[in-house]
């Protein structure tokens, strides 16, 4: 057993060369043993063990930096640099994070999970080495995928005149989340048929000295290859293939699928806890916007299973010019579909809240100030949205209230999201972005409204004394504590579904001031400059008390929503206590 004496890469330097290719192994047997167990990204981690293992042979970690893209394949990294008991031990599994944190160890540079960052936090890294006189290796770490992203290649034409130590691996398993797009991956596939002499060299084209590697899973040509570059005087990009999903045949064969999961069987790749059932409401509203309007066309920027387009379906779409896959590459697809609106058509760009953030300026620029009718889906917005501070998904109310021209909708049933969907996809007076619930309900009642009617709120409840005013998803809990409150006191408040977050429904929040004098306004997304601050603004010294519910501004990481919720005050029993207390000192 080698991997039970790795406690640094000190300890895979002192090892034999030709010991690497069975620390490799066991590495993996690892890698494999906690994913079963926990989930996670399991085809990025398991196609870069080989490569980590000669990469901690060659430099000398923590002088020599490592950045790793996306930071999602940073597992077997982790093993090696003193982690490995949160891959072995079941008691242990919890103890590290799924991406790369300079918290938990020295080796780690940046707290990462968004890709296309490497390369330019890797030049920043050696611009400041230069300055202070050092003289250590500067490495990235760099996926295919990733490449397609604008900031790798502003940074790697940045490189192409910087004139000190960057080491670039180009990590290609010809793949990213799904298959990848755009004309970047011809002239990789054309390196990698030719054995990386082919004329077309998109790296070289920017002036950068280029190696190729053609088998990424043998560790002792890939020790030899980065021992070419150790020390190098200028940039280089080392072109490594790789197969992603590296030592499971179903994970190798069917590597979208495996990008990531939860636990499974390690025999048959079968989930533990039986297959996920996904909600289609999504994906319905979108096939048959395409089946119904000959002129809309659906974007993902890399992600195209977040709306259900998966198979022969997404082919399909993709053969038609009707569903674009434009990478990993939010930016694009954001100015894309203003292109698209500006024609006429009708855009549709289904985008997980995190990754929204890459697009704000072109948000900004490119869609709303020139008021062009796109319709952005929000995926997983919110506290029960991704949980991750790599994929913080807490502050798209802040980013998208504000901005002119913007209209930014939050449904609290799929009845509810169909009808604005048909709404944001048929007008043309304005963008739309739609914040769909992770936890999207069937009301069972057709909703009807003319979303048209901009900022009107819906009362669903009239009471008075109080109103509690919710967004989206916890509409349900509004309600459910004010029948408990009910129930208790007999006395009713006020439910309110705002469904517009982008403006004030004036009249309605004025009328309330006749028989409430206590708002309550919940959101599950950080609080400052949030949907309810606005309620707050707008009441002012009009009398009205006003209670704000949201999260904290803090990066939260790996919570339970629940929790974080309940810890915010968002609650039934929290709710009730403070209708209890306020409604008590408005007797008294």
């Known amino acids: 057993m080698y991997l039970e004496k790795i406690n640094s890469p000190q300890d895979v330097k002192r ?205 002792d040509k890939l020790v030899e290859m980065l021992e070419s570059v150790r020390d190098i005087d200028h940039p280089v990009v080392v072109h490594v293939r790789t197969v992603k999903g590296k030592g499971l045949p179903y994970a190798e064969k069917d590597r979208e699928n495996w990008h990531s999961g939860g636990p499974f069987r390690i025999e048959d790749g079968a989930p533990k806890n039986g297959y996920p059932v996904y909600d289609t409401t999504v994906h319905d509203s979108l096939t048959e916007l395409l089946e119904n309007d000959p002129h809309a066309i659906v974007l993902t920027a890399g992600t195209p299973r977040a709306m259900g387009f998966v198979g022969q379906e997404r082919a399909d779409w993709e053969q038609k010019g009707r569903f674009i896959d434009v990478g990993i590459a939010e930016e694009n697809a954001a100015a894309v579909c203003s292109g698209v609106a500006h024609y006429g058509g009708t855009a549709v760009f289904g985008v997980y809240a995190t990754f929204l953030q890459r697009a704000y300026d072109q948000l900004i620029h490119d869609i709303c100030l020139n008021n062009n009718p796109v319709t952005v889906l929000v995926l997983l917005p919110g506290a029960y949205g991704m949980k991750s501070n790599t994929h913080f998904g807490l502050c798209d109310m802040q980013e998208l209230i504000h901005i002119p021209n913007l209209v930014y909708l939050a449904p609290s049933t799929k009845e509810e999201y169909r009808q604005m969907f048909r709404y944001a996809t048929t007008q043309k007076n304005h963008p739309t972005a739609i914040r769909v619930p992770v936890r999207i309900i069937e009301s069972g009642a057709e909703d009807t409204t003319d979303y048209s009617q901009l900022n009107r709120y819906k009362v669903v409840q009239r009471g008075g004394g109080a109103a509690l005013i919710a967004v989206g998803s916890l509409i349900p809990m509004a309600k459910e504590a004010a029948q408990a409150y009910y129930e208790r006191t007999g006395r009713k408040v006020t439910v309110i579904n705002p469904c517009f977050l982008s403006g004030t429904d004036d009249a309605l929040l004025k009328d309330l001031c006749a028989d409430h004098r206590l708002v309550i306004t919940l959101e599950d997304g950080v609080l400052d400059g949030g949907f309810g601050e606005r309620i707050a603004s707008f009441y002012g010294d009009a009398g009205m008390k006003v209670i704000n519910l949201g999260i904290s501004k803090a990066f939260h990481t790996d919570f339970n929503a629940e929790a974080l919720l309940e810890e915010s005050g968002i609650s039934d029993p929290r709710l009730c206590a403070l209708l209890d207390k306020n409604l008590a000192q408005e007797n008294e």
């Not at 590495?27 to 399991?42: E, F």
């Not at 799924?98 to 780690?108: I, R, V």
């Not at 011809?186 to 048929?193: F, K, N, V, Y």
């Not at 053609?214 to 560790?219: A, L, R």
Request: proline share 3%; aromatic share 8%; with cysteine.
């Open 15 to 219: 090892l034999r060369r030709e010991e690497l290719p069975a620390l490799a192994e066991e590495t993996r047997a690892a890698l494999i043993h906690k994913l079963s167990h926990t989930g996670g990204h399991v085809g990025s981690n398991l196609g870069v063990v080989e490569l980590t293992v000669a990469l901690h042979y060659v430099f000398e970690s923590p002088k020599d930096k490592l950045v790793w893209d996306v930071s999602h394949q940073c597992y077997p990294h982790k093993i090696l640099t003193g982690r490995k008991q949160a891959y072995t031990d079941p008691a242990h599994f919890r103890e590290v994070t799924g991406f790369t944190n300079p918290a938990e160890s020295e080796h780690d540079h940046f707290t990462v999970g968004h890709s296309a960052t490497s390369v330019s936090l890797a030049l920043g890294m050696a611009a400041a080495r230069d300055a202070f006189g050092g003289n250590e290796n500067i490495i990235a770490v760099i996926g295919d995928g990733a490449l397609g992203g604008g900031e790798a290649y502003e940074a790697l034409n940045t490189a192409g005149e910087y004139q000190g130590n960057l080491i670039i691996i180009v990590n290609d398993n010809d793949q990213s989340v799904a298959e990848n797009h755009g004309g970047l991956y011809a002239a990789l596939r054309e390196l990698r048929e030719s054995g990386g002499r082919a004329a077309r060299n998109p790296f070289r084209g920017l002036n950068l000295d280029y190696r190729y590697l053609d088998d990424g899973h043998n560790v």
